[in-house]
């Protein structure tokens, strides 16, 4: 019994912290997709990207890779708003956002994962710092830096996030921007530059969701595939454009993942927590904090 606590406690706190680190991989998804009803499929894309960024500055100059991230988000915010022009004229302009607009993110996705494969190659790398290594031990809970930290720095994204989104105009406009853009004009604020913003800023959040990943396990160009069904279903799960609702989905994901890999094997995690997203859908249809 003893040893069944003991896990009991662990896979919970495993989970959690699981569970803040999807948090900064899915909050740029509740942004494009959530708010702006752009489908970026090629999402996890930047996350890799990120991610080879912190590697090549920590290899180079042994600068932290969360420290990277950050210096860095202002020139992912660029991509991203240079992204969405290139996607507003030649699809958003044009009514064909639906389809063709799917494809071109497609088309961002395997784009860029060549890129990299073709300059990486396809061997891991992975980061240095004095966090990844280290644990804390809370009597029998064990608390793995390399965890701990993404999850807070991910909970202080999610926390300066809604804070922008609701306190600033910007970001009132962000919230807005989906639901009555003449509103907006109204307002002397035009949709289009609200959305370029808002989408600059979901790519920006890639930037620092990729270090974390590094921080977290080694990658190469093609890890990010395993997160694009995870943070649609995270998204979906907290309720679309729900930035709170993101967050309590991506720690109920983690949970689960944790329990079912502690106790039923790693093999059946997926298939629980896409279950539970099933099952959360016939009960509550726009997700957990939906409108």
């Not at 809970?141 to 930290?149: A, F, G, N």
């Not at 997160?227 to 907290?238: E, Q």
């Not at 679309?240 to 093999?267: D, N, R």
Request: net charge neutral; aromatic share 12%.
């Amino acid at each position: 019994m003893g040893l069944s606590f003991d896990l009991l406690i662990n896979a919970v706190v495993a989970g959690i912290l699981l569970g803040g680190f999807y948090t900064a991989v899915t909050i740029g998804v509740s942004i494009s997709f959530g708010i702006l009803d752009i489908v970026n499929i090629a999402h996890p894309a930047f996350i890799i990207l990120g991610s080879y960024i912190a590697y090549i500055v920590n290899q180079t100059f042994g600068i932290d890779p969360i420290l990277t991230s950050i210096v860095m988000m202002p020139v992912f915010y660029l991509l991203g708003a240079g992204v969405y022009q290139i996607y507003y004229e030649a699809f958003e302009k044009r009514g064909q956002e639906s389809l063709r607009g799917l494809s071109f993110f497609f088309g961002l996705l395997f784009v860029t994962e060549v890129t990299l494969i073709l300059v990486f190659g396809v061997d891991y790398r992975y980061v240095e710092a004095w966090y990844i290594g280290p644990s804390w031990h809370l009597g029998v809970i064990d608390l793995p830096l390399r965890m701990l930290v993404p999850c807070l720095v991910a909970l202080a994204l999610f926390g300066a996030l809604q804070l922008f989104l609701s306190q600033t105009f910007i970001g009132r406009a962000i919230s807005a921007v989906a639901q009555d853009q003449l509103a907006l004009r109204l307002m002397a604020a035009s949709p289009t530059r609200i959305k370029r913003i808002a989408f600059g800023i979901s790519i920006a959040t890639t930037a620092v969701a990729g270090a974390l990943l590094i921080v977290i396990q080694p990658v190469e160009p093609s890890v990010g595939r395993e997160y694009i069904g995870r943070v649609f279903a995270i998204c979906v799960l907290g309720g679309l454009g729900s930035l709170p609702g993101t967050v309590i989905g991506a720690m109920l994901l983690g949970i689960v993942e944790s329990f079912t890999s502690t106790f039923y094997g790693p093999s059946w995690a997926p298939a629980v927590a896409f279950g539970l997203l099933l099952l959360t859908l016939a009960f509550r249809p726009a997700g957990l904090l939906g409108r």
